[in-house]
């Protein structure tokens, strides 16, 4: 096991990973920009290193500067959380080249499952079902080809998209080319790689993620499914497991699909299979992500099990120890993403308690809200044995927490969690509209 790790992130997740770390007895070393000098991560770390300006290419992107850092603070492993480079191969190969364990995928299998569109190419042979689409694109002539194939709406995405970043709804042939050219531009800005591929538009659908843990031993984990249907612009908002909009037996095909899926591509880390039901009951892959994700904290509540620590566990050789039938999937699970709607200073800051509540963010009063990085300030996660218990726990909740000097959204939240069509499970892709 690792006696030191450095965080290679910011914000609830770098806090997230330094309590695992303290809980496991590893040290921690913090990275931060100018910005970040006085933010929680910084203070609970037992060493900070600053490793630039506040713009992220300058410090959280920065790769040789926080490999640096590790080197010069002997960390002998390091966490990248999610977003920034947790999905950049170039950086997990630099983190070997220099000794050092870099928690997530090795970098082969970064290259090989980063490209989505090369991705779905490995899944169709696992007996999942995959959306029907193409390779990476070569020109906005070729995507004209192949939409005229597909047939109308498809969707244009980033082959190293995330994030919502990089992808674009066509209704028409007369969209495509403009849009191309936008969506390319905004992947190429956010990860470095503009490449795209086009997939047919499933509508109407829900969007459902299942959770799983592989080791290096090829023992493989799946910790159930997340409903992630409430999106605006692509970005979620709130997440619940397990999906009620999925029966048991269903639950149990899909779960046995996506373990021996895992195995036949021979990923290790914690990973999500994403897909997409349709009004039909048909799930259709979409893609996986390969780093820990933002909503992975409501299966937590849902499992008891620590994504984590069993990331540092697997990156260190660690046998996972159990399997699918030993996970509690009994009870249910709702978080919701505190952002903010605007730079602003903490003022006052009360969060709400009681048994199986929780909420993960790096808010101290005093803190500042900054323009360089992303809108979310916390996540509240709550946890009941039905899921009309965990609704009124998570209105109770929402209507405890206070976030005063920072614009947010705990409102819009609360009139999501009391909409009739949430309390039924009676929602899709369509709830926030377009707007």
Known sequence: MFSKILIANRGEIAVRIIRACKEMGVSTVAVYSEADKNSLHVALADQSLCIGGPEAKSSYLNEEGIVSAAI????????????????????????????????????????????????????????????????????????????????????????????????????????????YHQASGEAMSAFGDGSLYLEKYIYPARHIELQILADEQGSVVCLGDRDCSLQRRNQKLIEETPSPAIDSEKRRRITQLAVSAIK????????????????????????MNIRLQVEHCVTEMLTGVDLVK??????????????????????????????????????????????????????????????????????????????????????????????????????????????????????????????
């Open 264 to 287: 036949k591509i021979g990923y290790v880390g914690a990973g999500t299979l994403e897909f997409l039901l349709d009004s039909e009951g048909s799930l259709w892959f979409m893609e």
């Open 72 to 179: 010069l603070s002997g960390a002998q492993a390091i966490h990248p959380g999610y977003g920034f480079l947790s999905e950049n191969a170039h950086f997990a190969r630099l983190c070997q080249k220099n000794g050092i364990v870099f928690i997530g995928p090795d970098p082969k299998q970064m290259e090989r499952l980063s490209d989505k569109a090369v991705l779905k190419e490995l899944i169709k042979g696992t007996g999942l079902s995959v959306i029907p689409g193409t390779r990476a694109l070569s020109s906005p002539e070729e995507a004209l080809s192949e939409a005229e194939k597909i047939g109308y709406p498809v969707m244009l995405k980033a082959c190293a998209g995330g994030g919502g970043r990089g992808i674009r709804l066509i209704g028409s042939r007369e969209d495509l080319v403009e849009a």
């Open 310 to 435: 069993w990331q540092i566990r697997i990156s260190a050789g660690v046998p996972l120890g159990f399997s699918s039938e030993d996970v509690n999937l009994s009870g249910s699970a709702i978080e919701c993403r505190i952002n903010a709607k605007s730079c602003g200073t903490l003022e006052l800051l009360h969060v709400p308690g009681g048994p199986s509540v929780r909420f993960d963010s790096a808010l101290i009063e005093g803190a500042s809200v900054l323009p360089y990085y992303d809108p979310l300030i916390g996540k509240l996660i709550v946890y009941a044995r039905t899921r009309e218990e965990a609704i009124r726990k998570m209105n109770a909740s929402l209507c405890e927490l206070v976030i005063n000097g920072i614009p947010n959204n705990i409102e819009e939240q609360l009139r999501i969690v009391e909409d009739s069509r949430f309390v039924k499970g009676c929602y899709d892709l369509t709830f926030m509209g377009s707007g």
